[in-house]
């Protein structure tokens, strides 16, 4: 004997013969509108249990804040900077200041090493970014005035950017030198019959 709900279709009934229908009467477009449905229908638990909501995405900022941001941030230096900084700020579920503090020393730091290393060849072994807010530069020699020119400047610019430097430090090989010997090995590798692609890199502890 059928129960109320059964004769009703109950809610369970009905999403039952809705599938059935989309799954094998709707052909591709069911099977499509299928995925829709289940999407739809389990929504992501959040710890409570309940339905988890995405954070509010930043405002979408005009040319004059876009502006008056470049003119405040030193290490900011274009407005794509800034539309790529408010993206990980979305991404990240952070503030648009926090992205600035974490992030936008990067490219900074980055110009500036490669400033030094045009004035000074060869002086830098290497560097890198070890974390959020640390880096580093390793000097094969003594750090000439305008290097240390350059990195007093970052610094001021970015106090919250911890740098460490290394003087008399054995270059075993330039970081010129090992980026001429991968670009070699690479084409060099290419020539080769039989290979399509391939990725050359090389590990700069190694050369420290």
Do not use: C
């Amino acid at each position: 004997m059928m129960t109320e709900n059964e004769r009703r279709g109950s809610p369970k009934n009905r999403w039952t013969r809705w599938y059935m229908w989309l799954a094998y009467g709707g052909g591709i477009l069911g099977v499509t509108a299928v995925v829709v449905v289940i999407v739809a229908m389990v929504p992501a638990p959040g710890n409570n249990g309940k339905t988890a909501v995405s954070h509010q995405k930043l405002a979408i900022l005009t040319p004059d804040e876009v502006a008056a941001l470049i003119r405040q941030h030193a290490s900011i230096n274009s407005p794509a900077e800034v539309n790529d900084l408010q993206f990980i700020a979305n991404q990240d579920g952070i503030t648009l200041d926090e992205s600035i503090m974490r992030f936008a020393w990067r490219d900074d730091f980055s110009r500036m090493v490669t400033a030094i290393e045009k004035e000074n060849p060869d002086s830098v072994v290497d560097a890198g970014k070890t974390g959020r807010l640390s880096a580093w530069i390793n000097f094969s020699g003594s750090i000439s005035g305008n290097a240390r020119e350059a990195i007093d400047k970052f610094k001021s610019e970015n106090p919250h950017v911890e740098v460490s430097l290394q003087t008399g430090k054995d270059p075993g090989f330039t970081r010129r030198e090992a980026d001429e010997a991968v670009i070699g090995a690479h084409f060099a590798v290419m020539a080769e019959d039989g290979v399509q692609d391939s990725v050359t890199y090389y590990d700069s502890d190694a050369i420290e």
